[in-house]
């Protein structure tokens, strides 16, 4: 059984930055790749980035490509997502995911999540 707790989420005005980050339980955490994903309010879900078990590959929604940043410390059991240059529909509820073997946007390969840390960016 693996635990996520999201942390760094809160209200920030467009173009500003914030640091998200997932901390995990379990010994198994260096083992899988990790993503974010999103909720903006009223929308479905929606993947945001992924990174390899060895944080070597990563990948990214077009969405935020170029201002978001993932990585992850496996000695720390942490997974970050870096956000610059934040836009207003950035707004959304941010929950990290683990368990595919490979970098992936496709929740149904995701088997743990976090409960969310709520962003929202003011215009």
């Known amino acids: 059984q693996v635990q996520l707790v999201e942390s760094g989420g809160g209200l920030v005005q467009a173009g500003g930055s914030l640091r998200l980050s997932c901390a995990a339980s379990g010994r198994t955490f260096r083992f899988y790749a990790m993503g974010w994903f999103r909720r903006p309010p009223g929308k479905e879900r929606e993947f945001v980035a992924a990174i390899s078990a060895a944080g070597g590959s990563t990948y990214y929604a077009d969405s935020v490509k170029g201002r978001f940043t993932i990585s992850r410390d496996n000695a720390q059991n942490t997974v970050y997502l870096q956000m610059n240059s934040l836009k207003p529909e950035d707004t959304a509820l941010y929950y990290c995911?683990?368990?595919?073997?490979?970098?992936?946007?496709?929740?149904?390969?995701?088997?743990?999540w976090g409960q969310g840390t709520q962003v929202t960016v003011s215009s």
């Open positions: 995911a683990s368990g595919p073997r490979g970098v992936t946007a496709t929740m149904d390969e995701y088997h743990y």
